[in-house]
């Protein structure tokens, strides 16, 4: 049961830092990491194979 309650809090912290910037600075959120929303992956013309699944 220790061990359990330890990995409960750790998950938890881990977590609360992971987010820090989307809990506590208004307007955070996440960081887009999609192909299609990086320049310089526009500049090349790559595009993500989902988009081309998705919309065809």
Request: charged residues 20%.
């Amino acid at each position: 049961m220790k061990i359990l309650l330890l990995t409960l809090i750790l998950v938890g912290i881990a977590i609360l830092l992971l987010g820090v910037k989307v809990f506590f600075v208004k307007g955070g959120r996440f960081p887009n990491t999609h192909i299609g929303s990086n320049p310089e992956m526009k500049k090349r013309g790559i595009k993500c194979v989902q988009h081309d699944e998705y919309y065809k």
